[in-house]
Nanobody, 127 residues
């Protein structure tokens, strides 16, 4: 069982930056790939980014590519999402999630394939 806790959300003006953190309760977390998703009001979960278990491989959604960076600090059991040049359309609840394996698979973008989720952190970008 892995428990994930997100933090770092808040209110920021367009063009600003935020850094989200996802802290895991289990030391085995360092063996798992981890993804970030977001959910805007009235919309489904949207894939944002994923990082491999060792941090060597990352994938981003086209909508955030070049603006967001996902990194991990395995000794601290934490994954970060650095968000720069924020836009109002980035407003959403952001969730970290893991499948509980090192394998990302072809469906890394599909939230239904993830087994463990955090409670989410709100990000609001004002225009």
């Amino acid at each position: 069982q892995v428990q994930l806790v997100e933090s770092g959300g808040g209110l920021v003006q367009a063009g600003g930056s935020l850094r989200l953190s996802c802290a895991a309760s289990s030391g085995t977390f360092r063996n798992y790939a981890l993804g970030w998703f977001r959910q805007a009001p009235g919309k489904e979960h949207e894939f944002v980014a994923i990082i491999s278990w060792n941090g060597d491989s990352t994938v981003y959604a086209d909508s955030v590519k070049g603006r967001f960076t996902i990194v991990r600090d395995n000794p601290k059991n934490t994954v970060y999402l650095q968000m720069n040049s924020l836009k109002p359309e980035d407003t959403a609840v952001y969730y970290c999630a893991t499948k509980g394996t090192s394998y990302t698979g072809s469906y890394y973008w599909s939230p239904s394939t993830y087994n463990y989720w955090g409670q989410g952190t709100q990000v609001t970008v004002s225009s």
